[in-house]
């Protein structure tokens, strides 16, 4: 059984820690929290029984094998050095980092502590239907295009009309549209088609300067990507890609309920299962395979950084198009 580290209270940590128990891998043992009453009220909830408030007595004292990053997104690459540095295996929140010479350095890290392993925690990547929609693509004889959408509506864009500046809409944390669903559509694109040739991103900027919404234009060889990402508004509208005159089709790009094939002749097949009713269960199952026979899983656990190293990328080139920057640093590094 593997002892699990937390670093973040939040509904999305609750939700990992539901698929880490359910999983049989993992018991979460430590919590650590800024404020140590609700790191304490946390682990009474779970049954751990560790808690912290000082990020090095958490990481020094701590006795986990793993810790899980769901913190605002400008403090991830921190949290995730200090761990690497403490001899820890990291599972940190989309988005990882917030450019690529944050991910450089991680990369350096692992290098130099090569028995830990770092993860992404991009959760549809290991569910089923996102397979089932890589295999489907390898059958189709040509690709047209695609347009994935996921557009929904954040109650913190309340506190945004009210005046305040919340973490996921804020420039200092890293946040906007982008930053935050738009990495699922990001994974989709980079995993089912590679590596664009040229992107642009077109923003809708609110007051705090961060992106509520925007779309992205993708352009591979011989076909475009449309990607259509927002927390200001709702969309319901389904995403495609499109073939010849087949057409695959999902009810939401990220969350993928639903995935059906329309082949030439008109008929509709569904291609999906039924999600786990707790969407992280796949990935939580996945990265205790891996922690626990690293060797045996080498070129799946590759893959995923790889797949990681190629999305933070084509988030910072899309960041980068559309005049989007979280410091002085990034405004004066170009796009690679």
């Known amino acids: 059984?593997?002892?699990?580290?937390?670093?973040?209270?939040?509904?999305?940590?609750?939700?990992?820690?539901?698929?880490?128990?359910?999983?049989?891998?993992?018991?979460?043992?430590?919590?650590y929290s800024r404020h140590l009453a609700r790191a304490r009220e946390f682990a009474t909830l779970n049954h751990a029984t560790e808690t912290f408030d000082d990020l090095d007595q958490f990481y020094s004292q701590g006795s986990f094998d793993a810790v899980y990053i769901a913190s605002p997104n400008s403090l991830h690459f921190e949290q995730a050095k200090l761990a690497l540095a403490h001899e820890k295996h990291v599972i940190v929140e989309k988005p990882a980092v917030a450019n690529q010479a944050e991910f450089e350095q991680l990369d350096e890290c692992l290098r130099q502590h090569p028995d830990c392993l770092l993860f992404e925690a991009a959760r549809q990547i290991h569910e089923v239907n996102f397979k089932r929609i890589q295999a489907q693509l390898a059958k189709m004889p040509r690709i047209q295009g695609a347009t994935l959408t996921y557009m929904k509506y954040s109650s913190?864009?309340?506190?945004?009309?009210?005046?305040?500046?919340?973490?996921?809409?804020?420039?200092?944390?890293?946040?906007?549209?982008?930053?935050?669903?738009?990495?699922?559509?990001?994974?989709?694109?980079?995993?089912?088609?590679?590596?664009?040739?040229e992107v642009a991103y077109y923003p809708t900027l609110i007051r705090t300067k961060v992106d509520g919404k925007g779309v992205a234009v993708l352009r591979y060889p011989s076909f475009t990507v449309t990607l259509n990402v927002g927390k200001t508004s709702n969309s319901f509208l389904p995403s495609e890609i499109n073939g010849l005159r087949d057409t695959i089709v999902m009810d939401n790009a990220a969350e993928l309920g639903q995935v059906s094939y329309h082949d030439d002749q008109g008929t509709v097949q569904s291609i999906g299962v039924k999600p786990d009713k707790n969407p992280m269960l796949a990935e939580a199952r996945?990265?205790?395979?891996?922690?626990?026979?690293?060797?045996?899983?080498?070129?799946?656990?590759?893959?995923?950084?790889?797949?990681?190293?190629?999305?933070?990328?084509?988030?910072?080139?899309?960041?980068?198009?559309?005049?989007i920057y979280f410091n002085d640093a990034e405004r004066n590094q170009p796009d690679k």
């Not at 996921?168 to 590596?195: E, R, T």
């Not at 899983?297 to 080139?317: A, G, I």
């Open 1 to 31: 059984m593997l002892k699990l580290g937390i670093i973040g209270t939040n509904w999305i940590t609750q939700q990992f820690i539901d698929a880490a128990h359910e999983s049989g891998e993992w018991q979460l043992t430590t919590v």
């Open 156 to 197: 913190r864009y309340d506190a945004v009309l009210a005046g305040e500046e919340p973490n996921i809409f804020s420039l200092k944390f890293a946040g906007g549209a982008l930053q935050d669903l738009g990495v699922y559509l990001a994974y989709d694109a980079v995993g089912w088609f590679g590596m664009p040739d």
């Open 286 to 323: 996945d990265f205790a395979a891996v922690i626990n026979d690293p060797a045996g899983h080498r070129s799946e656990y590759q893959s995923w950084r790889q797949l990681s190293r190629n999305v933070n990328k084509l988030l910072f080139n899309l960041r980068q198009s559309g005049h």
